[in-house]
């Protein structure tokens, strides 16, 4: 998906989360970010880091979710009601 988005809109620049390409499900035209499945980003430090879901949740949640790079900042799509 990133690499469709970034060849699709090879004039823009967007601010990516390093580690998480594979999350990337989308992006808001209106404000050109990207947007990332959370879901997908905690099976990723799972799978990656060989961490426990707990400490994957924790870890996202405390590190990444809540950060914020201006205006480009990603955007997080809550889709974690599975786990």
């Known amino acids: 998906m990133l ?3 970034l060849e699709y809109y090879d ?11 594979n999350a990337v ?3 808001d035209e209106r404000t050109m970010r990207l947007i990332y499945s959370e ?10 880091q060989d961490m426990s ?4 949740i ?3 949640e ?7 790079f201006g205006e480009k900042t990603p955007i997080i799509c809550s889709d974690t009601c599975e786990f």
């Not at 879901?53 to 994957?56: N, R, S």
């Open 53 to 56: 879901i707990e400490d994957a």
């Open 39 to 48: 879901r997908i980003c905690i099976e990723i430090l799972m799978q990656e």
């Open 11 to 21: 004039e823009e620049t967007f601010l990516k989360m390093d580690g998480f390409d």
């Open 3 to 5: 690499e469709g988005i």
């Open 25 to 27: 499900i989308g992006i």
């Open 62 to 68: 405390f590190n990444t979710k809540g950060a914020y």
């Open 58 to 60: 924790e870890y996202f």
